[in-house]
């Protein structure tokens, strides 16, 4: 590069024309008007609503909104109109082939010193709520696989009350109390509920297997909240830190008891 190439003016570049900026991106780009009502839409609003956008201008946005979530359009219309700050919530817009997607808008005033008219950018996030609603599904399918089973499955710190930090429901059957009555409780501990005659054997038992990094199975009897002991079978195993710290121990608790007569 010669010395005269520096201070050369760079040739002036074209610049793109507003509406097709506009019309370029992934969103939809709204404008309305005091009563709410369409006055621009850029290309993308065909896109994710099947109406063009003479269809659009002058028709109210509420239109295109489902019943149930016209509340939540009029709550925060008339927030941004009192306090002028921008608003974002989540709707189900209706498409002209009547295919409901779900969508997420924000909103703001297009000046700093009035409520409108109001400018929005409106986005299909369809794909991300159905797969929220597909974890939570599995969530609750697992939640109540886990509740059926015949036993308690829990995590707890590895202390002699063996404190626990999570518990199926299954220990109302095997314990006589409930979730809430054992998490973290300090008058009451899994620990305190085992025989004191298998106390002893059931740490020392624990303990090694730890030290060992192997599974451990135990037999031993815990009382009942109804004051007698029930036989138990218990299999667990450590949860350790990358440098092999002792986290907490996981495990199954099953009662094997015989059926009373």
Not at 56 to 65: G, V
Not at 96 to 106: G, L, T
Request: a negative charge; charged letters at 20%; proline letters at 4%.
């Amino acid at each position: 590069m010669t010395v005269l190439n520096l201070f050369r003016r760079p040739a002036k570049t074209e610049q793109p024309d507003l509406s097709e900026l506009l019309d370029s991106l992934g969103d939809a780009v709204l404008v309305f008007n005091s009563l709410l009502e369409i006055k621009y839409v850029n290309a993308c609003w065909k896109t994710l609503t099947g109406y063009s956008s003479k269809e659009a201008i002058h028709s109210s946005f509420s239109d295109y909104i489902h019943p149930e979530d016209l509340k939540n359009w009029i709550e925060i219309t008339q927030q941004i109109s009192h306090t002028q700050d921008s608003q974002c919530i989540w709707f189900r817009l209706i498409r002209k082939d009547s295919e409901v997607r779900w969508c997420e808008i924000r909103l703001q005033p297009l000046k700093s010193d009035r409520p409108f008219p109001l400018t929005a950018t409106l986005c299909d996030i369809t794909p991300q709520v159905r797969n929220d609603e597909i974890s939570k599904a599995s969530h609750r399918s697992l939640s109540g696989l886990v509740n059926r089973i015949p036993g308690m499955l829990y995590r707890g710190r590895n202390d002699t009350r063996w404190t626990m930090e999570y518990i199926s429901e299954g220990c109302l059957d095997l314990t006589g109390y409930s979730r809430d009555q054992l998490l973290n409780q300090t008058q009451l501990s899994i620990g305190g509920l085992i025989h004191p005659n298998d106390a002893v054997r059931v740490w020392e038992t624990v303990q090694q297997a730890l030290q060992q990094h192997r599974c451990f199975e135990l037999y031993y009897q815990i009382l009942h909240a109804d004051g007698q002991y029930r036989q138990v079978y218990e299999k667990g195993q450590g949860i350790y830190s990358s440098t092999g710290a002792v986290l907490g121990i996981e495990g199954i608790i099953l009662n094997i008891s015989p059926p009373s007569e």
